[in-house]
């Protein structure tokens, strides 16, 4: 009997000893959100909206057209001095280029013969006055008098309104001066250069690209898809980590024959100046369609074994991995055709730990 009671004490303990070691299994195979994880953790609720699109076009970034002027050589000459190069940023009024000119020399003669027409035409209009006085002749010699003397002031007025225009200085000197302030763009001036007097080609182009233009190639086939007002994303293969946010501002209606495009404009402001007109772009304009849809953010998206899952949240202690069906993908946004309701959350943060330590 003794041995019999040791026998049934051992087999109490084997299924005591077994029962506990089920329940620390179990215990450590419930997952449940440390404080730490909680924190960083962070959730979307599912909504139902507007299905967007997203169409991609390529095409190219230009300087705004009302904010680039060509420069002219208003004379002829030889060009004594350049002062930028090609990319240089340059303040509206500085001076470009020095030109040493015989037709500044000429508006020199001219402005001294106008300025002696005056001063006779001054004399002769006091002593026409004085005569006048002294009943030695008619009012009608002191009108002509003073007609002649408002002539040549207006000669001289207007020669100084040239000096001020072509930016004339004494010795025959010519500066170009910048317009506007920009970045010069275009240059086709070098030092000791002659110019022609009836060159027609410009010197320089000067742009103001602290807005820019995104000119977008549309395919025939989407041209009925791309609406004034439509949000549009830019990138370039100079920075293809950053996105440059615009919307199509314009819409040519002409088809390129080359190209068999049209084309559309984007605005996008360029403060850092970091677009440059001439680079290739990529453009993404987005639109609504009728329909909608349930949509996450597409970060919550967990894409494993060719299937795609989110990870529902209810509490620290009841988190779900569902089967989604994925409708389509724009941007940060995807949209979910089936497995997902509204109001439901999603893990956003975290989704990919908690989908290993729930499915391993």
Request: proline share 0%; charged share 30%.
């Given at each position: 009997m003794k041995y019999y009671f040791i026998i049934l004490i051992a087999i109490a303990l084997t299924i005591t000893s077994c029962k506990k070691a089920e329940e620390v299994k179990n215990t450590e195979t419930t997952f449940v959100l440390?404080?730490?994880?909680?924190?960083?953790?962070?959730?979307?609720v599912a909504s139902l909206q507007k299905i967007k699109n997203e169409l991609t076009f390529y095409g190219k970034i230009t300087a705004d057209n009302n904010k680039s002027i060509d420069v002219y050589p208003l004379v002829g000459g030889n060009v004594v001095k350049v002062n930028v190069e090609l990319g240089d940023f340059v303040h509206k009024g500085q001076v470009l280029a020095i030109i040493k000119s015989t037709d500044i020399a000429d508006f020199e003669k001219q402005l001294i013969?106008?300025?002696?027409?005056?001063?006779?035409?001054?004399?002769?209009?006091?002593?026409?006055?004085?005569?006048?006085?002294?009943?030695?002749?008619?009012?009608?010699?002191?009108?002509?008098?003073?007609?002649?003397?408002d002539k040549a002031q207006s000669q001289v007025n207007k020669i100084q309104e040239t000096y001020k225009i072509y930016s004339i200085k004494t010795g025959s000197i010519y500066e170009v001066k910048a317009p506007i302030s920009g970045f010069v763009i275009q240059k086709s001036i070098n030092q000791d250069m002659l110019i022609r007097n009836d060159r027609s080609e410009n010197i320089f182009?000067?742009?103001?690209?602290?807005?820019?233009w995104a000119i977008a190639n549309v395919n025939e086939i989407d041209i009925n898809q791309v609406k004034i007002g439509n949000n549009a994303d830019v990138t370039t293969l100079s920075y293809p980590d950053k996105v440059f946010h615009g919307k199509v501002d314009k819409i040519f209606?002409?088809?390129?024959p080359e190209t068999k495009a049209m084309n559309a404009r984007i605005i996008l402001q360029n403060n850092d100046f970091l677009l440059k007109p001439d680079m290739n772009a990529s453009i993404k304009v987005s639109y609504q369609e009728d329909k909608s849809m349930i949509a996450v953010p597409s970060a919550a998206i967990v894409f494993d074994k060719s299937k795609s899952f989110v990870m529902i949240f209810k509490d620290r202690n009841n988190i779900e991995t569902r089967p989604v069906e994925v409708f389509r993908q724009v941007?940060?946004?995807?949209?979910?055709?089936?497995?997902?309701?509204?109001?439901?959350?999603?893990?956003?943060?975290?989704?990919?730990?908690?989908?290993d330590a729930l499915n391993d």
């Open positions: 440390s404080n730490d994880m909680l924190k960083t953790t962070t959730t979307a013969d106008a300025k002696n027409d005056l001063l006779v035409a001054k004399n002769n209009l006091k002593v026409t006055q004085e005569l006048f006085e002294g009943k030695l002749n008619s009012e009608r010699d002191v009108l002509e008098a003073k007609s002649m003397a182009d000067i742009a103001e690209i602290s807005e820019v209606n002409i088809i390129n941007g940060d946004t995807t949209y979910i055709s089936s497995g997902l309701k509204e109001n439901e959350k999603v893990i956003t943060k975290n989704q990919l730990f908690i989908y």
